[in-house]
């Protein structure tokens, strides 16, 4: 297996302009999630979706982040406009999340290094 | 909201020495999970621990889960050079719908 595929894996952008970042799963897992790293903020988790459905996008920062998952194969989270503070390593993670939430490791993908100029 | 903290920020050893860190959360967990980030890489598993005063080891890793599962420690034996990265402890919780947390990370350095 290929792992979880993320691209691009590195982002340069002006402020204000549109920035999309593509994410596909591991085949077979249900469970797709999208975090942001940074020095001062840590690990943050910003949404995440089951059998393709958001389930808890409750640290998605403001309406300038979207995130979807059309099908079980594939996830976008866009920013737009994007700004200087969006600047940050983002990372997708996929997972088999059973009955109740019982729950299996993640796996990461490599992440893609966002800078906003 | 719900926290969880870890204990140290960051740890310098000499290599040979033993090491813990140590995660808090505000809030009673389902499981609790634990990550391996090497510097530059992503997050890797390392183990899961599911149970009320469970206690796992993997070689020169112990990990534990409070009884009151808010809890958990990762202690590693004879630290190597390899062990340098940041570890996490997350886990799921329960607040109306199912929330995934990470805590905020404890980085180890290994001195030679």
Redesign the interface.
Known sequence: DAGVIQSPRHEVTEMGQEVTLRCKPISGHNSL?W?RQTMMR????LI?FNNNVP??D?GMPEDRFSAKMPNASFSTLKIQPSEPRDSAVY?C?STLLGQG?S?????????TRLTVT | GQQVMQIPQYQHVQEGEDFTTYCNSSTTL??I?W?KQRPGG????LI?LVKSGEVKKQKRLTFQFGEAKKNSSLHITATQTTDVGTY?CAG?WSSG??????G??TRLKVLA
């Not at chain 1, 840590?42 to 988790?45: F, K, S, T, Y």
């Not at chain 1, 299996?104 to 992440?111: A, D, S």
């Not at chain 2, 719908?97 to 990470?102: L, P, V």
């Open positions: 999630f975090y840590g690990l943050e988790l995440y389930i808890d409750s990372f993670a939430f729950s299996y490791e993640q796996y990461f993908g490599p992440g | 389902s499981n999970q990550y992503h997050p890797v598993f899961q996490f799921w719908t199912y929330k995934y947390i990470f905020t990370g």
